[in-house]
């Protein structure tokens, strides 16, 4: 996806003369197109999250409008106190970019590992999280950032190649991607598309409803949606993120307040190491039951009792 990123910050930024890129010595064989476009609005600002974090936020007080670029734990943690002093405090638009949310540096390990991101950053005031799940969701999302007057962060991951029978809706904060029924399931992030493509060769009879989920926090729940749940009562949530802070625990509030009644409400989100061990994207997706089989053979339970 990163690629994808840098594609679409060329075709932006070369109109968007405030615009400013800082990277933390990351982006290698990917954002060297962008070094050329860009000159000097490009700045390596070497392995110094925390201070350009600071540069950013003093660049965006100056009516710049700074982009900052690293693995996503180095943007998010190392760099926190940064971005909730310097940024969120002053409601600055600096567009904070993390590559490789969830498990994306698999045999890295926890270290480079964002699995608690958005739940961290979502405590702070005026910040507002976009997660792109297709390459395509970029051509729409960077034009948006570009001109934002909030804080905001931006997490990549590894999008799949849809063959031509997907039919990736348009980006928005909420796009429906199945019709179905029994089942109304909400996935985000850029595990998506396989679980999506798991489901429609799945086999399933009938299918779910398949909703996907871009933007946080959740301001309200959209009335296709809704009706939705009225229809297919049975709600499964599936984040590349542990559950403190995250979307199914969100959803969940959002419902009782509105009182819309479910029959079953299923969430999986990330456990962590349950193994104590380290490996691919994949292998941690497997372990921590958030592959396409896993969602599958739990859709199967319920459905072929029908």
């Not at 070497?46 to 009516?63: D, L, P």
């Not at 809704?226 to 959002?254: C, F, K, R, W, Y």
Request: hydrophobic share 40%; glycine share 8%.
């Amino acid at each position: 996806m990163k690629v994808s990123f840098c594609q679409s910050m060329l075709k932006t930024l070369e109109h968007e003369s405030s615009n400013v890129f800082l990277t933390g010595d990351l982006g290698f064989m990917a954002l060297e197109p962008l070094k050329e476009k860009l000159g000097k609005r490009f700045i390596n600002a070497g392995v110094a999250e925390q201070n350009m974090v600071s540069v950013a936020a003093g660049m965006a007080r100056n009516k710049m409008r700074p982009w900052v670029y690293s693995i996503a734990p180095f943007i998010f943690a190392r760099a926190f106190e940064q971005i909730r002093n310097d940024i969120c405090f002053h409601q600055l638009p600096v567009v904070l970019v993390g590559n490789g949310g969830g498990y994306g540096y698999g045999v890295m390990g926890a270290t480079h590992h964002a699995i608690e991101d958005y739940g961290v950053l979502l405590s702070q005031r005026n910040l507002k999280i976009y997660i792109p799940a297709f390459d395509e969701d970029l051509n729409a999302l960077v034009p948006l950032l570009s001109k934002i007057d909030h804080p905001a962060y931006l997490r990549l991951g590894l999008a799949p190649k849809l063959d031509q029978n997907f039919a990736i809706p348009q980006y928005s904060a909420w796009r429906k991607l199945e019709e179905g029924k029994k089942w109304t399931v909400l996935i985000s992030g850029s595990m998506a598309g396989n679980i999506w493509k798991g489901i429609r060769q799945s086999g399933l009879n009938p299918l779910p409803n398949v909703w996907l989920l871009s933007e946080l926090p959740i301001a309200q729940l959209p009335s296709d949606f809704i009706t939705d749940l009225q229809n297919s009562p049975n709600l499964l949530v599936i984040e590349e993120h542990i559950a403190h802070g995250g979307i199914g625990q969100m959803l969940a509030t959002i419902l009782l307040k509105t009182g819309v009644l479910l029959n079953q409400f299923e969430t999986r989100s990330a456990l962590g190491y349950p193994s104590s061990r380290y490996g691919s994207q994949q292998f941690h997706l497997k372990e921590n039951q958030l592959d396409p089989d896993s969602i599958i053979n739990l859709l199967k339970k319920d459905i072929l009792e029908v």
